[in-house]
Nanobody, 121 residues
Framework: QVQLVESGGGLVQPGGSLRLSCVAS????????MRWYRQDPGKERELLAF???????TYADSVKGRFTISRDNAKNTVYLQMNSLKPEDTAVYYC???????????????WGQGTQVTVSS
């Protein structure tokens, strides 16, 4: 089984920065596309950015120019650098990945448990 664990959330003032990390562990063989989502209570989960295994990136308009997604394949880790944070960025941030487990040819989708980001003065 593959587990995704996020870290790096917290409380930050408007205009500040945070860097989220998500480590894929367990019986992972390879992570393909890795994604960051966020969800505010009462709202739909929003796809923020995704990155391919070779580093190609795509961003939602709401975060383009402020957030940067990156990954370290050797560490099975994806990052989200968040700059110029706004109160409306407050949400639970989730990591998501398509990954192969060791010994399996099935590509499965996995979610992390989420990390809270609060932007407030």
């Amino acid at each position: 089984q593959v587990q995704l664990v996020e870290s790096g959330g917290g409380l930050v003032q408007p205009g500040g920065s945070l860097r989220l990390s998500c480590v894929a562990s367990g019986s992972i063989s390879r992570a393909n596309i890795m994604r960051w989502y966020r969800q505010d209570p009462g709202k739909e989960r929003e796809l923020l950015a995704f990155i391919s295994h070779t580093g190609g990136t795509t961003y939602a308009d709401s975060v383009k120019g402020r957030f940067t997604i990156s990954r370290d394949n050797a560490k099975n880790t994806v990052y989200l650098q968040m700059n110029s944070l706004k109160p409306e960025d407050t949400a639970v941030y989730y990591c998501n990945a398509d990954a192969y487990s060791r010994g399996s040819s099935l590509l499965k989708n996995y979610w992390g448990q989420g990390t809270q980001v609060t932007v407030s003065s």
